[in-house]
């Protein structure tokens, strides 16, 4: 509990320090610290970067069971719960069903999966056309303990969270 709250002290400290020279409207980069939940041991760094119509997705994890783990920016900025249920669910200002990274209509927060190799290390690296890097500063990253099925409404069926982190903005 008390690494939750750091981690959610440090991500509210780092934004309010940022938004005086900057607001999320003229954001160009944003970062998510992850922290693990559940009991898990998962831990890393997701950032969001504008790149042209879009934005890129950078997630580096470790932690995880070897495998396909969903991924998901969900409502709120809150990490607070042990389980992280306090984040709320998928982001979905679009009021979409549950879909693919890929899909046409899809939660806004749907990012797929992240998959783990042996070791239990993950690297994603996506563009995503549908995310807007203004809406999501505050929302909360969260890695899954399984495979986002992609269609299961409206969750994807990924099962419990184990890990979470605060979106807040970057130094440019």
Known sequence: MKHHLFTLLMAVGSTT?????????????????LSSASG???TGTVTF???GDGVQVVANV??????N???HVHEFGDCSAPDAASAGGHFNPTKDP?????????????????EADASGK????????????????????IVHEKADDLKTQPTGDAGGRVACGVIGLAKQ
């Open 40 to 42: 898990s041991k998962v």
């Open 69 to 71: 783990h969903g991924f």
């Open 122 to 141: 993950a690297r994603l690296e996506i563009t995503d056309k549908k995310m807007k890097l203004d809406s999501i500063i505050g929302k909360a990253v």
């Open 98 to 114: 549950h879909a693919g990274h890929d899909a046409d209509k899809r939660h806004m927060g749907d990012l797929g999966n992240i």
């Open 17 to 33: 320090a940022t938004i005086g020279t900057a607001s999320a409207e003229d954001a160009t980069k944003a970062i998510a610290v």
């Open 49 to 51: 970067t504008k790149s």
């Open 62 to 67: 470790t932690g995880l069971s070897p495998g």
